[in-house]
Structures are given as C-alpha cells and as structure tokens.
C-alpha cells in the first residue's frame, strides 16, 4: 500500500514520518513543496504517474492565518486550487485522498458560560458539546475562507475523501504557540496572552495517528463508501490560550509573571473563532479513536523536548 504526503516539512507532515515506522506494510512517499507543489497541476500528475498512490495525505497547505489577509490570492492558491488538484489527480487515480482542514472555518463566540456559533444570527450551539461536522461554516478570515473553499473544491471533485477538521495543533516539531511560548520565555519575565479565545490544543502526533488509524481501516474494506465525508478531531477538553500557556509553564517548570488578556488588547489583522472546540463524536464512532486530554498530551510532547 502507498500512502502520499505532501506537506512534508511541515509540522503535521513531520509528525507523519515520525510515526512511520509504526505502519511497516505502508510504503510512504513523503514529498515537500519542492518534490510536489500542489499548486502545480502538471506536478501532481507526474507525481500520481510516478507513485501510483491508494492514499494521499494532504498536509500542505497555507497557514500563515494574518499574512493571509495581505495575500488573499497566494492563501487561495494554496488552500483551494492546491485541494481542487489534488482531488482532481485522486480521482483520475482512484486514490482515497486525506485532507486537513480547521477549526477557522467556524467563527463561533463565547459568553456567560454560553457558545454561540452565529454572531450574527446568535445561534446557541445544539445540545451536543462543541462544534458539529454539520454545523453551518462561516470563516471570519482570508484563511479560514480559503480552508473551507478547498473542503467544498474536494467534495465537488471526488467522494472518497476524508476531510479531518482539526484545531491549535502544536508538537516537537516546526513552528507553534507551544514552542513559541517556550522561546518567548526564555527572554522575558512577563507575558500577556488572550483569554477570551476558547478551543482545543491538538497534539500533531496524536492526529498523523488518527489520520493513520482512517487510512489502516478504510484500506481493509476499499469498497465501503459509507464512511467517507467531514470529520473533527482535537484532543479533549477545552482551555483558553492563556490557559495553554499556563499549562505549558507550569509543566516545564517555568515561572513566569503571565497576564490574562482580552482579544481587543491584542489586535491582529485576521480575526479568529472566540469558541472553536470540536465535537469528536463522529470520529469516535466511526473510527474507535480514543480521544486523550489535552494537558495529558500536552505533558507528553514536553517530556520529548
Ligand atoms: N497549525 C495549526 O494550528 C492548525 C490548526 C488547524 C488546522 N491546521 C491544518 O493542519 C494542516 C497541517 O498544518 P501544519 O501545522 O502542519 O502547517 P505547517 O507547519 O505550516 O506546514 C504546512 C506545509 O505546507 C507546505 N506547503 C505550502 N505551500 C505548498 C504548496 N504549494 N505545495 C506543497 N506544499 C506546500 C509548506 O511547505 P514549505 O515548508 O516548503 O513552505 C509546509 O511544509 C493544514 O491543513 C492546516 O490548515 C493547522
């Protein structure tokens, strides 16, 4: 079984060749930018023709969420036509194609206890905790807008996809608020981090697992359609990013002078979800995943550094 990565410098894609090994009836093709530019249709093909692909695994993709307000086109690019190719290729190769997307495709706010996932309609989310496959998208930026452009590009391309919504993912591994914080701290005796933003930290490791985990089960039945379609995965629990970064002293044992902060007192050019926790339900059935705490995955990741 041949199992295609593209992204594979990135944080994600990283975390999928470290555990590669795991996986010894898979033969990966991991592929940077330079290898496959999912932008480049041309670059695709050749690269299907090349490898004969029964999965592809989409970690590629534009992630700078502020820089895309000032280069909407470049974020496109990347984010859209990059999915809308590779859905295209999938399809002319009947591969299963993986595709990442994010928590950003929601702009769901957070008051009184209470998350709302419509500010302007303010719709109080159903029963279920957090945020559904089939709630209704609504990004609030050039980033999240591009995400889910490319998640409706795949679907209107070819049915065997799995679109995996995931959130805050940190690691080892690349650039994230985990090791950014790490640094910052290095330098400074105080640090302001928002409070009022509420989702879910994901471990990159425990989601290249789970991306994994879909591509083991669907490999053993490749004619079952029935599972194909959008899912959420984080690990459990909630926090703000303050939060996080308390957890995240507080497990490396660094002291710290750290302020809780409003959004409004740290202006970006990309505003962001208030509330983007995830409801990992359908994964869970669907898959048998094991979803672990947060701060327990959080402790691991800190224990390789
Ligand atoms: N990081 C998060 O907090 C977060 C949260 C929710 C969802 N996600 C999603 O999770 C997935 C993985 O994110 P990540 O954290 O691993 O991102 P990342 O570390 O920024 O990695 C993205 C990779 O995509 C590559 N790339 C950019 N343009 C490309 C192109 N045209 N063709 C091929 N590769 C290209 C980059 O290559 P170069 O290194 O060569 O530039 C980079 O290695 C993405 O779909 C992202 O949207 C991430």
Redesign the pocket.
Known sequence: MVVLV??A?????QALQFISGNYPEVNFVFC??SQ????NFEQCEAVFNTYKPNFCIN?????AVDKAESEPDKAFD?NTN?AQNLAEVCKAHQTVLIH????FVFDAYYANGIAYYDREKRLPLKSTFGLLETDVPFPSGVYGLT?LQGEQAIQSTWNKHFIVR????YSEF?N?FMKTMLRLAADRDSLSVVADQIGTPTYAIELAKVLMTIVMAQSTDMNNDTKYGIYNFSNEGQCSWYEFAAAIFELSNIKIDLQPIPSSAYPTPAKRPAYSVLDKTKIKDNFGVEVQDWKQSLANCLAKL
């Open positions: 593209s992204g410098r990135g944080q994600l894609g940077d930018s496959l530019d999912i932008t970690a590629a993709a534009y992630t990347i990059g990442v997307s994010t928590d995400k995931t959130s805050w993912v690349a994230n």
